[in-house]
């Protein structure tokens, strides 16, 4: 069966020569997360994927040094931000689009499918008739094969899922950024034992972006220092994933990643900010509500997860 939301992002990356998009990235360790600002040259119309709130749980403090850089960087460009785009509600660190939205505009947008975590989380979250649990906190969804314009530049949006249902990857140009479907060549792949994570899926969602164009640039999410490496870096091809990638190389069957995805994740800690990332993602970045003291609250569900 032809897949026809494939076979256009593969058109999109070959004809985008024209087209290329500037992309900055934005390294927060202290959560492994690579916030990218892409712009077209030509327009200055820009999108920032992927962005970081600072929060310290111990404290609970929260901070936007992470976001100020990015509006920083906009500001000294010239850029005209017209998309705050998540590749799916994040389990590793907050998002900061709300900020950034009140001080640069732009539409906050996700996959369509953040109604399936919406609905599994705000149950887990005991969330309230407040939290309506369709999409509407954020300003648009995307469907698969959905396309829009960041200047002259092309956008194809991929639903990637296995991760999470909700994963989507954005191919601007001749680049393509893949969330947390995939690694460096390095680490491999992404978990995929989150409520809705399926690992048959995450690999056919690999597969199906590594049938891109060999050239197509990569642009992963995070980047954890595997060892042998003593450098952060994000940016790979998929011709490199194809001979390298540790999990999802060419002539690893489907069935043999399913039995290692499965026996790794039963290894795996849960991620130190998954609870309040989830809670705070799910709303496009919103916090809950303040109570009746005006306090905002983050709610630790025992033995939830």
């Not at 100020?68 to 799916?88: A, C, N, P, R, S």
């Not at 642009?219 to 194809?242: K, S």
Request: with cysteine; hydrophobic share 40%.
């Amino acid at each position: 069966m032809t897949d026809s939301v494939l076979a256009h992002a593969s058109n999109q990356v070959s004809s985008a020569q024209q087209h290329i998009p500037i992309i900055k990235a934005f390294f927060d360790e202290p959560t492994f997360t690579v916030t990218y600002v892409v712009h077209d040259e030509a327009t200055k119309r820009a999108a920032v994927i992927d962005s970081v709130f600072d929060f310290d749980p111990a404290s609970g403090r929260t901070s936007f040094d992470s976001a100020d850089q990015v509006i920083d960087y906009v500001k000294e460009e010239g850029l005209k931000v017209e998309w705050l785009l998540e590749t799916h509600a994040h389990a590793d660190h907050l998002s900061a689009a709300p900020y950034l939205q009140e001080k640069l505009g732009g539409k906050i947008a996700i996959g369509e499918h953040i109604v399936t975590v919406q609905q599994v989380f705000g149950k887990l979250f005991n969330a309230g008739t407040e939290f309506q649990r369709d999409g509407s906190d954020f300003d648009h969804l995307f469907a698969d094969g959905d396309t829009f314009n960041i200047g002259n530049m092309d956008v194809t949006v991929m639903h990637v899922p296995g991760h999470t249902p909700a994963d989507i990857a954005y191919v601007i140009g001749d680049a393509v950024f893949v969330g947390d479907t995939m690694f460096m060549p390095d680490y491999g792949s992404a978990r995929a034992d989150f409520p809705g994570g399926d690992a048959r899926q995450l690999y056919r969602s690999l597969r199906r972006i590594l049938e891109l164009p060999r050239t197509t640039r990569l642009f992963m999410c995070h980047d954890y220092l595997p060892e042998g490496r003593d450098q952060y870096v994000w940016e790979t091809t998929v011709a490199a994933q194809r001979e390298g990638n540790i999990h999802a190389h060419d002539g690893v069957s489907e069935d043999d990643f399913v039995k290692m995805r499965t026996a790794r994740d039963k290894t795996l800690d849960m991620p130190r900010l998954i609870l309040p990332s989830v809670q705070v993602n799910m709303r496009a970045g919103h916090l809950p509500p303040a109570e009746d003291n005006g306090v905002r609250y983050l709610k630790l569900p025992l033995n939830g997860v």
